[in-house]
Nanobody, 114 residues
Framework: QVQLVESGGGLVQAGGFLRLSCTASGNIFGYAMDWYRQAPGKQREWVATIAPNGFTTYAVSAKGRFNISRDNAKNTIYLQMISLKLEDTAVYYC?????????WGQGTQVTVSS
């Protein structure tokens, strides 16, 4: 059983930046990890993935503004977000998949104001 804890969310003005963190209770080495988000009234959507070797992929909405990274020694991944837009308002979740089991954090709220 792996527990994931997100942090770093908050209220920020449009155009601002935030850095989210997700720390796992176990070793993340060798596993891909993801960030997802869910806006009010919408389905959860994928934001970014970082592979075990550090290769990254992004949703179109995140590309060029978000950067996912990992620190295996700290069992932590990050999501650096810049140029935030109103539509980035959502609860952000991290995910780790081990074999057929998915682990999710409780989420951290990001609210972008005008």
């Amino acid at each position: 059983q792996v527990q994931l804890v997100e942090s770093g969310g908050g209220l920020v003005q449009a155009g601002g930046f935030l850095r989210l963190s997700c720390t796992a209770s176990g070793n993340i080495f060798g596993y891909a990890m993801d960030w997802y988000r869910q806006a009010p009234g919408k389905q959860r959507e994928w934001v970014a993935t970082i592979a075990p070797n550090g290769f990254t992929t992004y949703a179109v909405s995140a590309k060029g503004r978000f950067n996912i990274s990992r620190d295996n020694a700290k069992n932590t991944i990050y999501l650096q977000m810049i140029s935030l837009k109103l539509e980035d308002t959502a609860v952000y979740y991290c995910r780790l998949q081990q074999s057929t089991t998915q682990y999710w954090g409780q989420g951290t709220q990001v609210t972008v104001s005008s």
